[in-house]
Structure formats: structure tokens, C-alpha cells
């Protein structure tokens, strides 16, 4: 089956930068990995997304600018470079993945999930 395991993670202050990775192995390195967020009482959402194929990149609005999604084929990693950390960029990152040429901003879309890794950014 293979899993996803991000690692990065951590508490910082408002300003500064944090890299996650993402390390997929068997199946789950797909063609289509994505970086969701989930902050208390919120719901999962989008953060960034990639194409294995393309090197194609899309990002939500509110990081765009900031954070930079990034592969490694032969690592079978996803890297999400995040810059300019604000205390709204608080959550538990989420690496997930999913077939197809598709790059949805849709939680339900990936089939494949990690199981977190929490960032705090501090004011």
C-alpha cells in the first residue's frame, strides 16, 4: 500500500520560515500531491498542490507568494517551502495524494492522507 510521512513541522515566530516534507512510498507517490491545513474548529482546506508529470503548481490565494510546493522524483518527496509565516498559517499540515492529471482544492478528492504534522507560528 505504502504511506505518506511529513516531518518539518514546529513552533516559530510570526516572520519566519518552516520547510515541510512529505515522503511517500508504494502507491502513494501519485502523480497529483497536495499540502491541506486544518486549524481548530476548521475545516481541512487547501494549501498547494503539484503535478509529478508537469511540475505544474497552484497554491490558495492567501500563501501565494509565500510558500512554494516542490518535488523530488527521485527522493519520492514533496516539499512545502513556507516563508513569511503568520499566526493564521497555524495548523496541522496534512501531505495527500491522488491519481490523475486533476489538482483538486478538494479534501475528499485525494485518496491518500498523512497523518500531520502541527505548525504554530507564534505573534
Known amino acids: 500500500q505504502g504511506r505518506l510521512v511529513e516531518s518539518g513541522g514546529g513552533l516559530v515566530q510570526t516572520g519566519d520560515s518552516l520547510r515541510l516534507s512529505c515522503a511517500a512510498s508504494?502507491?502513494?507517490?501519485?502523480?497529483?500531491m497536495g499540502w491541506f491545513r486544518q486549524a481548530p474548529g476548521k475545516e481541512r482546506e487547501f494549501v498547494a498542490g503539484?503535478?509529478?508529470?508537469?511540475?505544474?503548481?497552484y497554491y490558495e490565494d492567501s500563501v501565494k507568494g509565500r510558500f512554494t510546493i516542490s518535488k523530488d522524483n527521485y527522493k519520492n518527496t514533496v516539499y512545502l517551502q513556507m516563508n513569511g509565516l503568520k499566526p493564521e498559517d497555524t495548523a496541522v499540515y496534512y501531505c495527500?495524494?491522488?491519481?490523475?492529471?486533476?489538482?483538486?482544492?478538494?479534501?475528499?478528492?485525494?485518496?491518500?492522507w498523512g497523518q500531520g504534522t502541527q505548525v504554530t507560528v507564534s505573534s
Open positions: 508504494g502507491r502513494t507517490f501519485t502523480n497529483v
Open positions: 503539484i503535478r509529478r508529470s508537469s511540475s505544474d503548481t
Open positions: 495527500a495524494a491522488r491519481s490523475g492529471i486533476d489538482v483538486p482544492a478538494i479534501a475528499s478528492e485525494y485518496v491518500y
